[in-house]
């Protein structure tokens, strides 16, 4: 192989283990496991058990349970996401060559379903099972973006199974536990036409659509120090998850579709707190950790290390108030502040920054065994300055085009977060 295609091979492994780096970048948690949590911008959730989905956030709240419930619902993401006045580099003969590039809307609608059902078998036991989901984030660029090596396509998704199990100890104390079945999904795209010419193999620099399914478990306890004050804690142990599927990686010898890409998830700790002032207003809060450190890097089962990170773990600080107006309606609002996982290194295909979350809901009281929940959240990024590049492997070289690229551009993510769900108790 000639120094020209060995150089353009090493550019192009470099520019996917970037795209890679970008496809699973810290945002891509969701907040999305009930309308009611949402309504309060999930403030006390891991301890308030006003329905079913309480068991997402803490097993151990079945205990406060004397009969069954079911919750079912939908929370949709809308996500504006947009990459503003971005320049692109790409080193030539003649030296580099400068774009400015049209400004990028990327973002989508995603849905997270969920159902949930808590089953006390007596005053000390209860079981529960739930479907909803904890990761989950979708980018796509126009075809014609020219730096679609560092843009693409990024649609990951995941959905969590889970079974658990609440033990009343005596009446301030109860713990609960519980086995997650998590199926995890990512379709990735990343394209570069001039470095696509330059390689021997066909197709895109990358272009992944695989899948897999992992265990984690879960861990809680709630003290209730009496009838209107309470406090909860869990930890959640996420698995690395392994997908299989159709994977084409050209710089990684084109079809590695026989090996499996490890992902690392993190694990999540909450701490909240519950307490009903009187018979009208509650007050609650929570403090999340969310540990994105632990995504130090991607690879594959093969040992092909695509790249190494540098994470921050990551927090939520919430708070919020319920007003129980009547027999009829219940009111709802909440504040959080959300802190990036991302430091140094950031992305366009993935934009991440602290956030606000902005939150407001109700429950409406069909009857005294059922009700409907809404809840709506306005969640406000930060503007972040983005600069990614693909460094040139060998300086010595003289390669004819192109042998790097980079790009610098502003990136700002807002979303509109909202959801409906159904209650009843048995």
Excluded: C
């Excluded at 089953?119 to 209860?126: G, S």
């Excluded at 602290?354 to 407001?360: N, T």
């Amino acid at each position: 192989m000639n120094k020209k295609r060995l150089f353009t091979k090493s550019v192009v492994a470099v520019a996917i283990t970037m795209a890679s780096q970008q496809a699973l970048a810290a945002g891509f948690q969701l907040n999305a496991q009930s309308a009611t949590g949402l309504g309060r911008a999930f403030a006390g959730d891991a301890v308030i058990a006003d329905n079913a989905s309480a068991m997402a956030r803490n097993a151990a709240a079945m205990s406060l349970f004397d009969a069954p419930a079911i919750s079912l619902g939908i929370n949709a993401i809308d996500s504006d996401i947009d990459v503003k006045d971005a320049q692109y580099t790409a080193l030539t003969q003649r030296g580099p060559v400068t774009a400015s590039l049209a400004d990028q809307q990327v973002g989508d609608t995603s849905y997270a379903p969920n159902i949930y059902y808590i089953h006390p078998i007596n005053d000390k036991w209860a079981v529960g099972a739930g479907i909803y989901s904890n990761f989950g984030t979708k980018t796509e660029f126009s075809d014609n973006y020219a730096a679609n090596e560092y843009g693409g396509m990024t649609d990951v998704k995941s959905i969590n199974f889970a079974l658990s199990a609440s033990y009343r100890i005596n009446q301030q104390w109860s713990v609960g536990g519980g086995l997650d079945v998590i199926y995890g999904a990512g379709k990735l795209q990343r394209s570069n036409k001039a470095l696509e010419a330059a390689l021997p193999g066909d197709g895109p620099l990358l272009d992944v659509d695989a899948d897999g399914v992992a265990f984690g478990w879960n861990v809680g306890t709630v003290y209730e120090l009496n009838d209107n004050n309470r406090f909860g804690l869990s930890y959640r142990y996420s698995p690395e998850l392994e997908a299989e599927g159709d994977m084409h990686y050209q710089p990684g010898g084109g079809d590695i579709g026989n090996e499996k890409l490890k992902m690392p998830l993190p694990d999540m700790a909450e701490f909240s707190g519950f307490h009903k002032l009187n018979d009208k207003f509650a007050v609650h809060y929570s403090v999340q950790w969310i540990g994105w450190s632990a995504f130090d890097k991607l690879e594959t089962s093969g040992n092909k290390v695509l790249n190494t990170y540098e994470w921050q773990d990551g927090w939520h600080y919430a708070l919020g108030g319920t007003y129980y107006l009547n027999s009829d309606w219940t009111l709802r609002t909440g504040y959080m502040y959300d802190t990036s996982a991302q430091d140094q290194k950031t992305s366009i295909s993935v934009p991440d920054s602290d956030r606000q979350w902005f939150s407001a809901g109700f429950t409406y009281h069909i009857d005294s065994k059922s009700n409907i929940d809404f809840g709506l959240t306005y969640l406000v990024g930060k503007d972040v300055s983005v600069t990614e590049s693909t460094p040139n492997p060998d300086p010595n070289t003289n390669p004819v085009f192109p042998d790097a690229t980079s790009i610098s551009a502003t990136t700002h993510a807002n979303a509109l977060l909202y959801g409906i769900q159904y209650s009843r108790s048995f």
